[in-house]
């Protein structure tokens, strides 16, 4: 069964660095997301990502953050200076986009944890 | 804007026995998508079952069903039989059915289900 796949499992950087989080959506999908979950909170909607532009994005999702589509099939998401309060599960999930046959479901990858010291 | 609640943190079940996990939402949308998600330590986040608005007939997946009462924004889990495979953090999220919306997820506070032996 097709999933999302999401590298590396565990990043852990400096606090000002840059950070770049990978991810593979399922190969048919047509809608990308990135999702945050803080220890012990819930999940926190980022950005969508549709036919190559962001089509939607949070509050948290400032200046900081971009997303990038670079190869047709990797999705990435690239925190330029991380702070204290970036350290968090990171999770990309991806939707096929077509309402035919059901409500289509957003599946998720195993998350990164993000880690800035 | 919608919103999600779980007012139950925690709960508990023995193994073998039915439990309910509540969560009511907000919206003043017609059309929408509910889900339960699974996530277990591992943290992967896992669909566990998914419920169109329009449909009054309860969604069911194996052990697992609905009880969603529209009028009442309700959207309760029962899992049956409870096996120890089933303790993990469970989140209620709501989507959008509108056309213009991108479809991402918005999701409650979750709630941490153990499974006594």
């Known amino acids: 069964e097709p999933e999302v796949t999401q590298t590396p499992s565990h990043q852990v950087t400096q606090m000002g660095q840059e950070v770049i989080l990978r991810c593979v959506p399922i190969?048919?999908?047509?809608?990308f997301y990135w999702y945050r979950q803080i220890l012990g909170q819930k999940v926190e909607f980022l950005v969508s990502?549709?036919?190559?532009?962001?089509?939607?994005k949070s509050e948290i999702f400032d200046d900081q953050f971009s997303v990038e589509r670079p190869d047709g099939s990797n999705f990435t998401l690239k925190i330029r200076s991380t702070k204290l309060e970036d350290s968090a599960m990171y999770f990309c999930?991806?939707?096929?986009?077509?309402?035919?046959?059901?409500?289509?479901?957003?599946?998720f990858g195993p998350g990164t944890r993000l880690t800035v010291l | 804007a919608q919103t999600v609640t779980q007012s139950q943190p925690e709960m508990s079940v023995q193994e073998a026995e039915t439990v309910t996990l509540s969560c009511t939402y907000d919206?003043?949308?017609?059309?929408?998508?509910l889900f339960w998600y699974k996530q277990p330590p591992s943290r992967q986040m896992i669909l566990v079952i998914r419920q169109e608005a329009y449909k009054q007939q309860n969604a069911t997946e194996n052990r697992f069903s609905v009880n969603f009462q529209k009028a009442a924004k309700s959207f309760s889990l029962k899992i049956s039989d409870s096996q120890l495979g089933d303790a993990a953090m469970y989140f209620c999220a709501y989507r959008s059915g509108y056309g213009g919306s991108q479809g991402n997820l918005i999701f409650g506070k979750g709630t941490k289900l153990s499974v006594k032996p």
């Open positions: 990502f549709y036919n190559n532009e962001i089509s939607e």
């Open positions: 999930a991806s939707r096929w986009g077509r309402t035919s046959g059901g409500p289509d479901t957003q599946y």
């Open positions: 919206t003043s949308e017609s059309d929408y998508y």
């Open positions: 190969s048919n999908h047509l809608y």
